[in-house]
Each structure stands twice: as structure tokens, then as C-alpha cells.
């Protein structure tokens, strides 16, 4: 039986247009509505950093504190969490003009931000993303390796650590030190590392395939066939170490054609995310914008309940705007599928009547400039 975690108190200083918020919830969902500009995306952002990582906007640290403020932001967040009540708290504090991120947990100070996933799995979708399937590859990697790191903690930590190995590699080889033992030790990191990488994604996309396969719903979001291209397309159904094998021997050999473009060739950082639209046999990058938005939703509700089923937990849900564009019918079916995931969920709207449907389920809050009015 999956269990819930949710928040029940929400404090925040000098973020964004916040120069201070505090909410009482309970286990119900959240309903954020006021005009555009009011606040409703600052407050869902400041849930984001309840994760690890720069939050759903992926901000630069020095550009979330208030104007005007003298120090750094801050986020009190307590909560019902996977290891029982928890209080966090985050923010930054300035050291020689730079803003570092620090974590508390019970007051006492955290080794890493990644102890956040002991406590709760969020999950976010945003006006942002709706130009996930026409944008550039790296976006939709971003959007994949979140999913992963979802059922996978040590995922980022992997996917880090390569980054690291790899700009090293491609340093020697843009200086011309092609030196064997340095490189060798370096692709030997990188085939490790890389190979994890994208067994860990060909497995979140093998079990998210097959849960949405189970909730079939074409007629209000319609059935998204996953893949993934870029890099070993082929065989990664052999043991992990003859891939690494395979893959150290591709950087061993691309040495050369690596130091001449400037960077490495092979590797997981290449891999793209391809979604079809299954009804239709269509890409779908070539699907319209209402299909696209369908399509991706389908996928992150998908991905929530494999989180759930996971890890014994439902996730907290940011969802900005979702109820846009979406006639009343549809949004009823959206609330019920969310609901039924069993976690809490804030959603984001310009009009409350969009979230009738909701009834008693929700806690309605108003923004309005960086006011929170129940």
C-alpha cells in the first residue's frame, strides 16, 4: 500500500517576491490561484527546493533572493515524510558575494542536499516544458535523468561525477596531452560511470513503458511510446562489463576525432529521449501543441505512480498551470487521476473555478504580490 507525505507548514523569507509567507496545510491538495505576476509559480519553486538540485526554474542562487534583501533566501518547510515528521530548512548565505545552499534537517546541518530524497520525491511540471518534444536534446535529458533520479538517488551523483571525468579527458585532449595512463584511467571512470547512466535510464524507461501500457486512456491523454537514441541504440542487453569494454574502447579510439572537435563524441551525454504518439503513429514533435501537452502529462502521471510503486511513497506534485486549456470534462478526469495517486499535489491557476472539480479534496489559497489570503 503506498503511503502519503505531504507538508504541513510552509515558511519562506526574502524569496523572490516574498519578503515573507507562511501556510498551514494539511494532507489535502494545494490550489494556488491569483493573477499572473501574483506570486503562485515563486511559492511552487520554493517547494521545489525541497529537492536537490536549483528547482523547477533551475535558477541561478544569486537571482532567487528578494530584491532588496541583504542576504540570502530561506525555506522552513515541515512535513509527514517517508522516515515519519521531518522539518528541512534551506537557503543560502553569501560567502565573498557568492551564494552557497545550506540544508538542515531536524536542525542539525546535512552532509549533501541529496539526504532531501530520504524524506520525499517531488516531481514538477511546467508551462516551460510544453516545448520539451520540439527543443534541444539536452532538455529532454534533463526531463529523463529527473525521472530517473526519482527511483534512483545515486543516479545525479553518477551522472556528476562522468561530467567531471569528461571535462578532464576533453582538457588533456585539447591540450594535446595524450598522455595513456592519464586518459586510460580517465575513460576507465567514464565507461563505469557512463554505463550505469544508461542502464539506470533503459530500466526507468522499461518499467515507465509498461505502467503505461497498464493505464491506457487515449481518449483524454493519449498512450506515449518511449525510446532512447544516442548512444549504444544497440545491445545494452549484454552483461554491463562488456559494454564498458565496448564503450572504453570507442573513447580509446575516438581520441583523435574527439581533440578535433573539442569534445567527446560517445557517450550518455548524447542520448535523446524520442516520444511517439501511439494512436496516431506520430512523432511527437509533430504533434499539435494540445497532443504535446496530453502526451506529457500522460508521462509524468505515469512516472508519479512508478515513483510511488517504487518506492512505497506518493510523490508531492508541482503542477503550474495545469488546468489550462483543458474543457471541464478533461479536468475532471486530470484531478481524479491525481488524486488517486495518493500524495499532495500544488497546482497552480488563474481562475479557482477551474478546480471545482476538486471539491473538498483541495485547500484554496489566494496570491496575490506575495500575500498568501486563504
Excluded at 511517439?276 to 501543441?289: F, I, L, V
Aim: hydrophobic share 40%; with cysteine; net charge negative.
Amino acid at each position: 500500500m503506498t503511503e502519503k507525505t505531504f507538508i504541513t507548514r510552509l515558511k519562506l523569507t526574502d524569496f523572490r517576491n516574498y519578503a515573507a509567507a507562511s501556510l498551514s496545510l494539511d494532507q489535502r491538495h494545494v490550489v494556488l490561484t491569483g493573477h499572473n505576476g501574483s506570486g503562485k509559480t515563486n511559492l511552487m519553486e520554493a517547494v521545489s527546493f525541497l529537492s536537490p538540485g536549483r528547482g523547477l526554474r533551475r535558477a541561478v542562487l544569486q537571482d532567487v533572493a528578494r530584491a532588496g534583501a541583504t542576504g540570502g533566501f530561506s525555506i522552513f518547510a515541515a512535513l509527514e515524510g517517508m522516515e515519519g515528521d521531518v522539518e528541512l530548512g534551506t537557503g543560502t548565505e553569501l560567502q565573498e558575494e557568492n551564494a552557497v545552499r545550506r540544508l538542515r534537517i531536524n536542525g542539525a546541518a546535512a552532509r549533501s542536499v541529496d539526504e532531501l530524497t530520504d524524506h520525499l520525491r517531488l516531481l514538477w511540471l511546467t508551462p516551460a516544458m510544453d516545448g520539451l518534444f520540439t527543443g534541444a536534446s539536452a532538455e529532454r535529458r534533463r526531463f529523463l535523468d529527473r525521472l530517473v533520479l526519482s527511483i534512483d538517488p545515486l543516479h545525479g551523483r553518477r551522472a556528476s561525477d562522468f561530467e567531471r571525468a569528461m571535462r578532464s579527458r576533453n582538457r588533456l585532449l585539447s591540450e594535446g596531452r595524450f598522455d595513456p595512463s592519464w586518459l586510460s584511467g580517465l575513460e576507465e571512470q567514464m565507461a563505469a560511470l557512463g554505463i550505469a547512466m544508461a542502464l539506470a535510464r533503459q530500466e526507468m524507461m522499461r518499467l515507465l513503458s509498461g505502467l503505461i501500457a497498464e493505464r491506457e486512456d487515449p481518449e483524454n491523454f493519449p498512450v506515449a511510446d518511449l525510446r532512447l537514441s544516442g548512444f549504444l541504440d544497440e545491445g545494452l542487453d549484454a552483461p554491463a562489463i562488456d559494454l564498458e569494454d565496448r564503450y572504453r574502447t570507442l573513447l580509446e579510439q575516438g581520441r583523435g576525432r574527439d581533440a578535433a572537435a573539442g569534445r567527446t563524441l560517445e557517450g550518455p551525454h548524447r542520448s535523446d529521449l524520442l516520444v511517439r504518439h501511439r494512436e496516431k503513429n506520430m512523432e511527437a514533435e509533430r504533434c499539435s501543441t494540445g497532443e504535446q501537452k496530453a502526451l506529457l502529462v500522460g508521462i509524468v502521471l505515469a512516472h508519479a505512480e512508478l515513483v510511488a510503486t517504487m518506492t512505497g511513497f506518493a510523490p508531492i506534485l508541482l503542477l503550474d498551470e495545469i488546468a489550462a486549456h483543458l474543457d471541464e470534462g478533461r479536468r475532471a478526469v486530470l484531478f481524479n487521476r491525481i488524486d488517486a495517486l495518493g500524495g499532495q499535489a500544488f497546482m497552480t491557476g488563474t481562475d479557482r473555478a477551474m478546480f471545482s472539480a476538486l471539491g473538498e479534496r483541495a485547500q484554496h489559497i489566494t496570491v496575490r504580490d506575495g500575500q498568501l489570503l486563504s
